[in-house]
């Protein structure tokens, strides 16, 4: 693999002064002897990616920890190289959550574990296209067999919680660490047992780090994720228009990765966007006009108004990946 251009006199200070950013606060270290060439190339280019962003919003006073980024290079499906920037943070993930739930709802339908029925594909769609919590609740409810309400006494509530945590333990059985999936979405607040379970502190609330979300994207869009006619099914909920005309600071099309796709001829965007009044986070499948094909996922915490943080992360990682060959 060859390097055009200025990106290759970039890479090539990056990695003689050994600079890797990492979540201790950007100091340097010696990357791994034994990563590829590819790995160490794409992972200075998420490197390049972060401190262009972290740059660009310092005057917005953006911070290291408050910036993640997950990059998988699928341009040979068969052989994904995965590189990250702060990736294995634990992060509240919003309604990205709802790609797991998605996930999770069809292996239980693939499994018969549950009925396909018009009101359970309703719910479905509207939680990934229109982000409804309300249909997350629904989807959270029949996946886990659990229903909020008043608080019930501890045994209860023990066992309760277990059937709570299937989620949980389906993406653990799959390898997936350092995660938690098994709350519900909320416009407002959680009450009762719900409440509850998320623990005074908010303990138990969801969590997600960009390696687990990237790489749960990268199943679906390869066709890995339960089976491939499923996979094609969850894709299909997940194909966003970035070319409409919505101003909607909320559209999952236009208002998040999909930005840095403005006036591209050919590209496609699949994602699921998650966004609060402290975050904002979006996962991308992407496909180029010359070939390249990626999963971006980046999360912001304490920036959830500046929509311009996500598609700089993706400029920088389309005019890299670009150059390269």
């Known amino acids: 693999m060859k390097l055009k251009s200025n990106f290759t006199l970039a890479i090539a200070c990056f990695l003689s002064i050994s600079i890797c950013l990492t979540a201790s606060g950007g100091e340097s270290t010696q ?111 029949v996946v886990t ?70 790489r749960l994207m990268m199943e679906i869009a390869t066709g890995k994720s339960v089976t491939p006619q499923r996979s094609a099914q969850m894709m299909e909920l997940l194909k966003r228009d970035y070319s409409n005309k919505s101003k909607d600071a909320e559209d999952q099309g236009r208002g998040f990765t999909g930005i840095a796709l403005a006036g591209s001829e050919g590209a496609r965007l699949w994602s699921k966007a998650g966004w609060t009044s402290t975050t904002r986070h979006d996962v991308a499948y992407i496909e180029l006009p010359d070939g390249n094909k990626f999963v971006l996922a980046t999360f912001t915490t304490d920036h959830a108004n500046e929509r311009e943080i996500i598609p700089t992360v993706a400029r920088v990682v389309i005019s890299g990946l670009k150059d390269l060959r």
């Open 145 to 214: 067999h659990t229903t909020g309400g008043y608080e019930l006494l501890p045994k209860e509530m023990e066992k309760w919680q277990h059937q709570r945590n299937a989620v949980n333990r389906y993406f653990t059985s799959l390898g997936y660490t350092n995660i938690n999936v098994n709350q519900k979405t909320f416009c407002e607040d959680a009450y009762g047992r719900e409440s509850v379970s998320r623990g005074p502190k908010g303990e138990n609330r969801n969590k997600l780090t960009t390696d687990a979300t990237a």
């Open 31 to 141: 990357p791994p002897s034994n990563i590829t060439e590819s790995e160490r190339t794409l992972q200075s280019l998420v490197d390049q990616a972060a401190r262009t962003t972290l740059e660009k919003f310092a005057d917005k006073n953006l911070k290291q920890k408050q910036l993640s980024i997950t990059l998988i290079d699928l341009r040979e499906p068969q052989r994904p190289v995965t590189v990250s920037y702060r990736g294995n943070e634990r992060i509240y993930p919003a309604s990205v959550v709802k790609l797991f739930y998605l996930a999770a709802a069809h292996r239980w339908l693939e499994d018969k574990k549950i009925n396909d029925t018009p009101e359970l594909r309703r719910s479905l769609k509207d939680m990934i296209v229109d982000s409804s919590n309300e249909a997350t609740q629904y989807i959270l409810d």
